[in-house]
């Protein structure tokens, strides 16, 4: 009996884990051992598996494709197209406006380079002749006087073809008509009266009293544009003046004396200036200058 009850004590006794091991040692390492290989194993020439060297890497992880990096602004057609189905197309076009285009300003020429007056072409001055000799001054006045006759003819010949159609006025024999005509400072009275064309200024003939064929057709023009030359005897007394005021004296004389003939013949006369006085004269010369209006020269020393 005493045996059994040994026994059955035994096993009923609990095992103290920490039984048998020494000091220092902790339970886990009297646990059952790893399969890790002990430093023991390894002096004993066991294999351990070692880490594939750098060189072995996988294919795989070098040769990885480095992803595209992406342009920081898309174009406006590709934001479009992302933009979501649900939104309209001008909220995207809100998003990303688009940049007006830029104006090409013209560029501005330095005003300091451009010179003034660069494009304006030179005038060229003809540098005054010799003094002429008196043979040579003769024949520029011939050419002039040659000038101012075939002037007179084309004005005599315009003259005849605005001349009245309709025919003088009949005047009694020893009839006559007088008029005062004035130009400048010369008068000249003149008397008309029926006959056959002839002309006496102060006793002459008109070819003598005017040799210019210019101061002639002057003279001539009324009875020209009238219609009456040829059909009245002329006869003038004229003093003052030059040449050239005597004859527009006597034109303004004979002017007024037609109109004492034929009043109609005052409208044609006034529109063309023969009964106009003119009154332009010579200005006169004024106290401290040598002319009408030249100062004497100015010497400031």
Do not use: C, W
Request: net charge negative.
């Amino acid at each position: 009996m005493s045996d059994e009850t040994n026994e059955t004590s035994e096993q009923q006794q609990p095992v103290d884990p920490t039984e048998g091991t020494t000091e220092g040692q902790t339970p886990e390492a009297a646990g059952p051992v790893p399969d890790e290989a002990s430093p023991s194993s390894q002096a004993a020439g066991e294999d351990a598996p070692s880490a594939p060297p750098a060189d072995e890497a996988p294919q795989a992880d070098a040769e990885e494709p480095v992803a595209e990096e992406e342009p920081a602004e898309k174009p406006q057609a590709e934001a479009a197209e992302e933009a979501p189905a649900g939104e309209p197309q001008a909220e995207a076009a809100e998003e990303a406006p688009a940049a007006p285009p830029r104006r090409e300003e013209p560029k501005k020429e330095d005003k300091k380079d451009v010179i003034p007056g660069a494009n304006l072409e030179p005038i060229a001055i003809e540098p005054e002749g010799p003094e002429l000799s008196a043979e040579e001054r003769a024949r520029l006045e011939a050419e002039e006087e040659e000038k101012a006759r075939r002037e007179a003819e084309l004005a005599a010949a315009e003259s005849e073809s605005a001349v009245a159609d309709r025919a003088p006025a009949k005047m009694e024999s020893g009839a006559r008509f007088l008029a005062t005509g004035k130009r400048k400072s010369s008068i000249a009275r003149v008397t008309l009266k029926p006959g056959d064309g002839k002309f006496s200024i102060n006793g002459r003939e008109l070819a003598e009293f005017f040799p210019r064929p210019l101061h002639q057709t002057i003279v001539k023009q009324p009875l020209t544009v009238s219609g009456y030359e040829g059909n009245v005897d002329v006869r003038v007394r004229v003093h003052g003046g030059g040449v050239s005021g005597q004859a527009g004296a006597i034109r303004h004389g004979i002017a007024r004396a037609l109109t004492e003939i034929d009043a109609e013949l005052r409208g044609d006369l006034k529109r063309r200036g023969f009964l106009t006085r003119d009154a332009r004269v010579k200005e006169r010369r004024k106290a401290g200058f040598k002319k009408a209006r030249k100062k004497p020269q100015f010497s400031k020393r």
